[in-house]
């Protein structure tokens, strides 16, 4: 099955500083790959996909890279803000299933 | 349009008893996956139900089951409870299962299952 590895587990930036979450996958046939952001006490909540058919997308300030050959993409957050602070999952879809292999989560911390 | 409710929130239970959990998915929505959360092992896939039949299954022991009823409402049930069963069990709702079209799945605020 699907195995994603998700790097750093903790990650201390300056407010106003980018920040960097770093995800590897397994499976060549996975096809999809979300970011799901946590905040204390609450739900996961999209923040941002890609599918396989892309490089790069972006959204305002977040920003997701993907590179097929080397089986791992990335999440970026540019001019850090307080309210980014909490963790932050990526995950991948195994192709023909449909059940998300999860990453063990970055805890994110912007320090003022 | 409301989203994806769980119930119930909390639930303590002990070890041996079975529990039943139950999810809402949004309206619309007719896939209804479930997750497990804990701190050690972070978000585990453990199964995904469309059109009440079970699509997916996570690797997780045959105490753990689910069903989903015809009006896509889905519950889990684990029977013979362990302490390691102790987590927050979270449901996710997408119009359709598949992940080749856009189904974002929506997360509901989970069950905290606590085994004593």
């Known amino acids: 099955g699907e195995n994603v590895e998700q790097h750093p587990s903790t990650l201390s930036v300056q407010e106003g500083d980018s920040a960097v979450i770093k995800c590897t996958y397994s499976?060549?046939?996975?096809?999809?790959f979300p970011w799901y952001k946590q905040e204390l006490g609450k739900r996961p909540q999209l923040i941002i996909d890609?599918?396989?058919?892309?490089g790069e997308k972006k959204d305002q300030r977040i920003a997701v890279t993907l590179n097929k050959t080397a089986k791992h993409f990335s999440l970026h957050i540019t001019e850090t803000q307080p309210e980014d602070s909490a963790v932050y999952f990526c995950?991948?879809?195994?192709?023909?299933?449909?059940?998300?292999?999860f990453g063990k989560g970055t805890h994110l911390i912007i320090q003022p | 349009k409301a989203g994806v409710t769980q119930t119930p929130r909390y639930l303590i239970k002990t070890r041996g008893q079975q529990v039943t959990l139950s999810c809402s998915p949004i309206?619309?929505?007719?896939?209804v996956s479930w997750y497990q959360q804990t701190p050690g092992q972070g978000l585990q896939f453990l199964f995904e139900?469309?059109?009440?039949?079970?699509?997916n299954k996570g690797n997780f022991p045959g105490r753990f089951s689910g069903r989903q009823f015809s009006n896509s409402r889905s519950e889990m049930n684990v029977s013979t409870l362990e302490l390691g069963d102790s987590a927050l069990y979270l449901c996710?709702?997408?119009?359709?299962?598949?992940?080749?079209?856009?189904?974002?799945?929506?997360f509901g605020p989970g069950t905290r299952l606590t085994v004593l």
């Open positions: 996710a709702s997408s119009p359709s299962p598949g992940q080749g079209a856009l189904n974002e799945q929506f």
């Open positions: 499976d060549s046939a996975s096809n999809y």
């Open positions: 890609i599918r396989s058919n892309v």
């Open positions: 995950a991948a879809v195994e192709g023909g299933a449909d059940g998300l292999t």
């Open positions: 309206s619309g929505h007719r896939s």
């Open positions: 139900y469309f059109s009440e039949t079970q699509r």
